[in-house]
DNA sequence: TTAGCCTTGACT
DNA sequence: AGTCAAGGCTAA
């Protein structure tokens, strides 16, 4: 079992039912995945096989990787000053939980109807949360869902799983390039062949040559059980979940929520950006720093302390990592920066950060300023970008933006709410989007139906964005929906997992992000819709879009970069045009627009997203039935109305890559009223990346894609499905189960302060805010929704460029280049303030002394700042997402003389990719990281060993109890961390 | 399997 | 009563 599939395909893709698969984690974002694959990554291909089993290794494994582990850590920057800031962060009665716990807030009020509610029966509907990941290079994508638990229980059908695996072959070139992925087709598959293949690929499958038959190939398909399945029963929702479910959803909402008013203010300002980022990483919130000084002070207050406790903290730690790096380099502008590194390992890691981070303007600010400009910066910057990489991308403005903002819109009815949150985020707006999804639907959706809606004119999905928190709210049910779907996870999961939701949940925000909006943020743009909702806080919807448009239009320019990659997509024209749609997109208009998925005729909103009636029927009997379908060629295969049909693999990546929701699915398939699933977390969007060929992709997400993309920057964390082999295939999972699935403690304990990671809304907005200045500004227009539109926007419309691959952009790039590292820095400057936090939180941590803390730190914070920004790229192939929305690609790197640094981080992106790393992997990892006693001077050496050990067998345990068909999968996972110590060193 | 059309049912 | 999104049905 191991693997996947093996099978022989012949088609292109397989399918397998998975059941399992598990999902765990990570619900939503999942990100698809990465299908395409970038090409580098090839070197998974390596490991593809991973599989293998090789035993178990724990133990095996363990070993060296504390070593390794140690060694590299040992590098220890060293800067007292670090540790000076660091123990300053440490002692303090940190708030730092504070923060999260707005989150639950915020749930409540999501929950509200539905949920429990409803039991009545509701509707609610349970949303099933659900993960989709999406590996790329390997290729397989797993979703699982898990219902919520909803309330009713009943029904259900369920079905018994089965998860089909399905392979397609495609063919190989996507990988190649690798943004895009598209590939055409037919033939060349060389994958087949060897491995080569793209990535992922790999093995098993030779058939190949099929497949490709004729274009793309189709392939055939083969089926393989095996692989995945699992159980799957459907479970009905459990009740059980519900109630857990509940809260979790709503942390992210919380997350969200928090941001919101204020954000909704900043945001407008900020614009986007950001957005949404929602990522974690958020570095945005850094720029609170430098907000403080800069701007958006006001908004500021907001933050709970974090912030500001951050900021100072981190500002000392940059300071002397800086110092310490920067020594080496000067900062030179970003430029140059490469890295030389010179440090020792530490400082390569910090080198690499300060790179990313970007030195270069980071210096400057430096000391803690940087974070300002950095800020500044990042707020062009980053509107957006998540994923794309674009970078910034205000806002953007691109048309798209505007459309997204449209989209974002978030549930209607609520809508305002949402809205705000929207803006909050900013970007999110979309994010709200799905998040709020809900919401959604008001928006009309099924031009099908035909009804048709005019309300609205424009529909300014976006703004509703609406807190996260608050989102749902209006809805409640749907929240509570998703909440159960988190819930769910929760049961499993917990919320943790959410907690990126949060992120994500910003996510809506994330949509905000424009960049990654490329894909998904386009999409949303693209979108526009309408509805009429909607509206953003400010407003209205309507105008909002337009608003937005305009200044995203404006954006735009500045933006361009992100766009590059985007624009590749942008083939997908077609799309375009939908998304582009002016401003006030209406329903009608929008639902004229091509289906972004295949470009057939939207027939409504469907999911999350405005798609045809085949691809709504597709990705239900897909999530339902809980199919695994690999594809063969690489994941790349085209998608449109003539090729849908033959690589459900690849189509399915792209629904999800649109934005459609899993938790929009419910699983107890109770039929009519509204449903919840806000979700949103999303991902989605972001991974957007475009899907491929499609490239388009973008399209029209709905509203939500905004969330999608903070989703996204979240962490993709996908979880993987169980086998997976490399292939790169795509294979959906459910996995229901994972909730039930015992996560160890620790483990748990550990997930529940990730959130620390992520940034609040507020902060981002600040963040944003600031950022927004530059750049976006534009958007900022006036009400939030505009803002958040924009910056979706922004992202959209650019859509285009950006990403990585694209020569092109570079020198719009460059432009932005500097900026780019501001942001960088900016970003890392929240990061290490984050990173303080989240280790003041975290259960081993704790009772570490002082001293040793600051050493482990010291030791660390590089390793785990870059894996985060992997962690969360893993739904873009080709691209580091540096925060939110920014993304670099190697191209784009390069220019900054940080080729070598991005191109490990993606070398090693590919590897979590193709391990289809969960979150709660992710987690463990990072605080094995952490942990790792080779840090010099502990004091309590053995302590910290200890508590490395149980952070190891957490993780073990996880890993074994989640993917028992993937034995070897907590060897590889540790055979990991010397890559990222030696990715840090290289700088 | 697909995908068009129909039925549901919360919400307006 | 209308809207709309989700599930169901069923001819291809
Ligand atoms: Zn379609
Ligand atoms: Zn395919």
């Known amino acids: 079992m191991n693997d996947t599939m093996d099978t022989t395909l012949t088609g292109s893709s397989v399918s397998v039912n998975n059941p399992l698969h598990h999902s765990p984690p990570a619900p939503h974002w999942g990100a698809p995945g990465g299908g395409v694959g970038s090409p580098r990554f090839n070197n998974s291909h390596h490991q593809q096989h991973s599989q293998t089993p090789t035993g178990s290794s724990a133990a095996f494994v363990s070993g ?121 087709s037919t033939g060349k598959c060389d994958l087949s062949g060897g491995n080569t293949g793209v990535g992922g690929m790999t093995m098993p499958i030779e058939d190949e040559e099929d497949d490709v038959s004729g274009s ?138 300060d790179k990313l981070l970007g030195n270069g303007g980071c210096y400057n600010t430096t000391p803690s300023h940087s974070p300002v400009l950095q800020q500044r910066h990042m707020g062009h910057h980053l509107k957006h970008s998540h994923h794309s990489g674009n970078q910034a991308v205000p806002p953007t403005p691109s048309p798209d933006s505007a459309i997204h903002s449209a989209y974002s819109y978030s549930s209607p009815a609520q809508s305002p709410v949402t809205s705000r949150h929207g803006s909050s985020h900013g970007l999110p707006s979309s994010g709200f989007s799905s998040p709020y999804t809900p919401s959604l639907s008001r928006n009309n959706s099924d031009a099908s139906q035909y009804g048709g809606s005019q ?18 709210p209006t809805h409640s049910p749907i929240q509570s929906r998703h909440m159960h779907g988190h819930g769910a996870v929760g049961a499993g999961f917990p919320s943790p997992v959410m907690p990126r939701g949060p992120d994500f949940g910003s996510g809506p925000g994330n949509a905000g992000s424009p960049l990654h909006m490329m894909a998904g943020g386009a999409i949303y743009g693209s979108v526009s819709v309408p509805r009429p909702g909607i509206v ?77 009636e085949s691809c709504k029927g597709f990705f239900k009997r897909t999530v339902q039935n809980r199919k695994n379908y690999v594809c063969l060629r690489g994941s790349s295969c085209p ?65 939500s894609g905004d969330p999608q993309v903070k989703l996204e920057a979240p962490d993709v964390g996908v979880v993987a499905g169980s086998s997976g082999n490399g292939n790169g295939g795509t294979v959906p999972v459910n996995s229901r189960h994972l909730d039930k699935l015992a996560i160890p403690q620790l483990l748990q304990e550990i997930m529940d302060v990730e959130h620390l990671w992520h940034y609040n809304d507020q902060e981002m907005q600040k963040m944003t805010a600031h950022g927004g200045s530059n750049s976006s500004s534009s958007s900022s227009s006036s009400s939030s929704s505009s803002s958040s539109s924009s910056s979706s926007s922004s992202s959209s419309s ?51 002394s ?36 920014k993304s670099i690609s190697l191209a784009q790197a390069r220019d900054l003389g940080l080729g070598a640094c991005i191109e490990r981080m993606l ?58 068909e993937i034995p070897s999968k907590f060897g590889e996972l540790l055979l990991r961390i010397p890559e990222l110590q030696r990715t840090c060193q290289v700088g």
């Open 850 to 885: 002082i001293d040793d803390q600051i050493s482990l730190l010291i030791n660390a914070w590089c390793e785990l700042l870059l894996f985060s920004c992997c962690f969360r790229s893993m739904s873009t192939p080709g691209e580091i997402r540096v925060s939110l929305g």
């Open 798 to 848: 650019s859509s285009t460029s950006s990403n990585g691959s694209n020569g092109n952009g570079n020198s719009e790039a460059s432009s932005n280049n500097s900026d780019f590292l501001s942001n960088l820095c900016n970003i890392a400057d929240h990061r290490l303030y984050r990173l303080v936090k989240w280790c003041k939180s975290l259960p081993l941590f704790k009772n570490i």
């Open 64 to 184: 060296k990787t504390k070593s390794s582990m140690t060694a590299v850590t040992s590098s220890a920057v060293g800067g007292d000053a670090l540790a000076n800031t660091v123990m300053e962060q440490l002692r303090p009665p940190d708030t730092g939980g504070s923060d999260s716990v707005g989150h639950s807030s915020v749930a409540s009020s999501s929950i509200p109807s539905c949920n429990k509610g409803d039991s009545s029966g509701c509707g609610s509907r349970r949303p099933p949360t659900s993960s989709v990941v999406t590996a790329s290079s390997g290729a397989v994508t797993v979703i699982s869902v898990q219902h919520g638990g909803t309330c009713k229980p009943a029904a259900d059908k369920v079905q018994p799983d089965d998860g089909k695996t399905i392979k397609y072959y495609q063919s190989c070139n996507g990988s190649v390039v690798s943004g895009q992925g598209v590939v055409q």
């Open 455 to 472: 309300h609205s004119s424009c529909y300014s999905y976006s703004s509703v964005s609406v807190s996260p928190t608050q989102f749902s």
């Open 639 to 703: 998608v449109t109305i003539a090729t849908r049909k033959k690589c459900p693999a690849c189509r399915f990546e792209k629904c999800l890559k649109m934005g459609m929701k899993l938790e929009a699915i419910r699983e107890d398939r109770t039929r009519g009223g509204r449903s919840t699933y806000q979700c949103s977390y999303t991902l989605p969007a972001s991974l957007v990346a475009a899907p491929g060929s499609d490239t388009s992709s973008h399209k029209l997400l709905a509203p």
């Open 907 to 964: 070398n090693f992106t590919e590897h979590l990719r193709r391990l289809r790393v969960d979150k709660y992997e992710y987690v463990a990892m990072k605080v094995i990281v952490l942990l790792t006693s080779d840090a010099s001077d502990l004091r309590e050496a053995e302590k910290v060993r200890a508590s490395q050990e149980k952070a190891l067998q957490a993780l073990q345990h996880y890993t074994l109890a989640h993917y028992p």
């Open 216 to 353: 793309d190939g189709e392939v055939s398909k083969i089926d393989f059980t095996g692989v995945n399945l699992r159980t799957k029963k459907k479970r009905v929702v459990g009740s059980e979940d519900s109630q857990d479910g509940f809260d979790e959803p709503e942390r992210p909402m919380s997350w969200e929520g928090e941001l919101s008013d204020a954000e909704m203010s900043i945001v407008t300002g900020a614009c986007l950006n950001s957005k949404q980022d929602h990522e974690e990483t958020s570095m945005e919130g850094v720029q609170i720093c430098g907000v403080n000084n800069s701007s958006s002070p006001s908004h500021r207050e907001d933050n709970k302390h974090p912030l500001k406790f951050g900021e100072s903290v981190v500002d000392k730690v940059l300071e002397h990592v800086r110092s310490k790096q920067l020594h080496h380099h000067p900062q030179a502008g970003p430029t140059n920066n490469i890295l030389p590194q010179n440090s020792t390992t530490a400082s390569d890691l910090p080198l690499l950060v």
């Open 536 to 612: 953003n806080v400010g407003g209205n919807g309507d105008e909002c879009l337009q608003q937005e448009t305009a200044a995203a239009d404006a954006n735009d320019e500045r933006e361009g970069i992100l766009d590059e990659k985007m624009s590749s997509l942008a083939a997908d024209l077609v799309q375009h045009s939908a998304l582009a749609a002016p401003p006030g997109i209406s329903r009608q208009q929008l639902i004229n627009s091509p289906c972004p998925i295949c470009g057939d005729k939207i027939s409504g909103f469907h999911y999350g997203i405005f798609s045809c």
